[in-house]
């Protein structure tokens, strides 16, 4: 057992600060991690993201030349959605070992891991390199704290590895998929809705090129590891009044990719698709992320985990994508892993919760980690 932070009681603390996001308001939870941090010896930086949040840095100087190692997680989380709660979302409330509320998964028992490891290993008399932890906001909408940090010259030149701490239910996962986002906008002219010969309706335009892109992306060859890429048209919307031709109509489209696209190609390809006269705009790009399974550092992390766990433990990928996709290039793209407490089928579920042995074992896992990278063997 480590000693030091109840993290079953700092889970559910930070599921009390709420961080919903849109809203912005992630100082709560920044506070409460930093009044942790700053006495055990870390070095805090705070970094405003206008209408997102706020940012944290903690860092652990170390007294070796090794490139730091990172941690990075989220502070925000999604509203509490339209379905109603058998507990209060907001209440970090136990039942049957498990930790519920909004963001108990998604992912506040990551922060909570992160944080009691980062302080039990500031006993480790001498580092081999510096410890970061890279708080952020805005992942929700889009990794807007993360872009806001790799804009700014907070975060270290580079890194000897990335953690995060994203829900993987303890599995240690080495790649995730990208993803772009866009908006294509259709326009016609309205005209009255008992004499639609007279307009040119834009929501046909719209359903037209949402139907077109059902296969758009079928002979794309899929990554060996990651598998194929996949394209969803999540939203759609037009006109105003039901006895009106519509002269607006717009589409949002999900694509998730794996390495090889190029973002400006792909974009001109779907607008492209779409024929004359329609306006497509980015909403999103996060390049995918993938670390080699064989890299000796991801290698080497297998082999801890296992030792902790008992059995050899299975690595994976997945296809949300997290921090990771911006951090990894702004961090000289370490080698990363992702790998956190909490199931990601529970992340913006009603009734979300993450089981506290999970957490625990995240917690155990963080340190041996940090500790074998640190140079403090099983610490």
Not at 138 to 160: I, N, Q, V, Y
Request: glycine content about 12%; proline content about 7%; hydrophobic content about 40%.
């Amino acid at each position: 057992m480590i000693e030091g932070v109840d993290v079953v009681e700092l889970t559910r603390g930070l599921v009390r600060a709420q961080s919903v996001n849109p809203g912005g308001n992630t100082g709560r939870v920044a506070r409460i991690l930093a009044e942790l941090l700053e006495p055990a010896g870390f070095r805090l930086t705070w970094k405003e993201t206008p209408g997102k949040g706020v940012n944290l840095l903690a860092v652990l100087r170390g007294e070796g030349d090794r490139p730091p190692l990172c941690f990075s997680g989220h502070m925000d989380t999604v509203t509490p959605g339209e379905l109603p709660w058998s507990v209060d979302p907001f209440g970090g409330e136990i039942r049957d070992g498990r930790i519920y509320g909004r963001g108990a998964c998604d992912m506040k028992a990551g922060l909570a891991a992160m944080t009691a490891a980062g302080i039990a290993l500031s006993a480790i008399p001498r580092r081999a390199s510096d410890l970061v932890f890279i708080f952020t906001a805005g992942e929700e909408t889009g990794c807007d704290g993360a872009k806001d940090l790799a804009r700014s010259d907070l975060l270290p030149a580079g890194a000897g590895a990335l953690v995060v701490g994203e829900p993987t239910d303890c599995r240690p996962l080495f790649g995730h998929k990208g993803a772009l986002w866009l908006r294509a906008d259709f326009y016609g002219r309205s005209a009255h809705g008992s004499m639609p010969e007279a307009g040119d309706n834009a929501v046909y335009k719209a359903a037209r090129a949402a139907l077109a892109l059902e296969n758009f992306l079928a002979a794309s060859p899929p990554d060996p590891l990651l598998g194929g890429p996949t394209i969803n048209v999540g939203t759609i919307g037009g006109g105003g009044k039901i006895n009106m031709v519509p002269d607006a109509a717009f589409l949002e489209i999900d694509i998730r990719t794996v390495p090889g696209f190029d973002y400006d190609s792909l974009q001109k390809s779907v607008e492209k698709s779409f024929g004359p006269g329609a306006k497509v705009t980015r909403i999103l790009d996060a390049p995918s992320v993938l670390t080699s399974p064989k890299d000796p550092w991801f290698a080497s992390v297998l082999d801890t985990l296992g030792r902790l766990r008992g059995c050899p433990q299975e690595s994976g990928v997945v296809s949300y994508f997290t921090d990771a996709s911006i951090l990894y290039a702004a961090l000289g793209k370490p080698p990363t892993l992702i790998y956190g407490p909490g199931a990601a089928c529970q992340a913006h579920q009603t009734d979300e919760f993450c089981r506290i042995e999970a957490i625990e074992e995240a917690r155990e896992a963080f340190v041996a980690i940090a500790a074998q990278y640190l140079g403090a063997g099983e610490f």
